[in-house]
């Protein structure tokens, strides 16, 4: 059957999964991109996320006419040309009128307006931009090159300056 495979840059999934489960993880930021690669600590790490890109690289390199590949922030930029391009991959028709309603119904905003109160889980967070969100530093990012230098195979065009950064981890380390 045909897929849509939707990936995202790892830093922003590890930033934003970090933010949600801090509480449950009572790590450093850190220690969380350094991550487990036995997959029993965190709901989501950089050993997951390696997984999942090798698993679905190797999918979409083996049928290029059965999985579509979108990056988030592409599908965010330009959400009518990212829906129209999902509804042709599954031979679906769609108006410009029900792109239209689909993009304006499906936005950041309009989600967190129809979320449910007796729900406790925050799915859609909006951004903070507080000074406790966590982020990339150097020592973040080196940790998080040396994991993929060597795991990662499929990077999806993401430049997550492997080189660069693996030798700053050996200069710091």
Known sequence: PPYVLLVRDMRDVLISNYAKWRDRYQVPFDVYVAGDPSGKRYVCDAWW???FLNAWGRMAMQHPDKVLTLRYEDLRKTPGDG???????????LSDR???AAVQGSSKSAMLERRDARVGETVIRAD?????????GPHEKAILARILKTNLRYDFGY????????????ATA
């Not at 903070?128 to 990339?136: I, N, Q, R």
């Open 49 to 51: 996320y390696v997984r």
């Open 159 to 170: 430049d997550y300056g492997v080189a660069a950064a693996a030798g700053e981890a050996v």
């Open 128 to 136: 903070s931009g507080s000074a406790e969100d966590p982020v990339f």
């Open 83 to 93: 829906l129209r391009a999902i509804a042709a991959h599954f031979g679906i028709s």
């Open 98 to 100: 029900a792109i239209e």
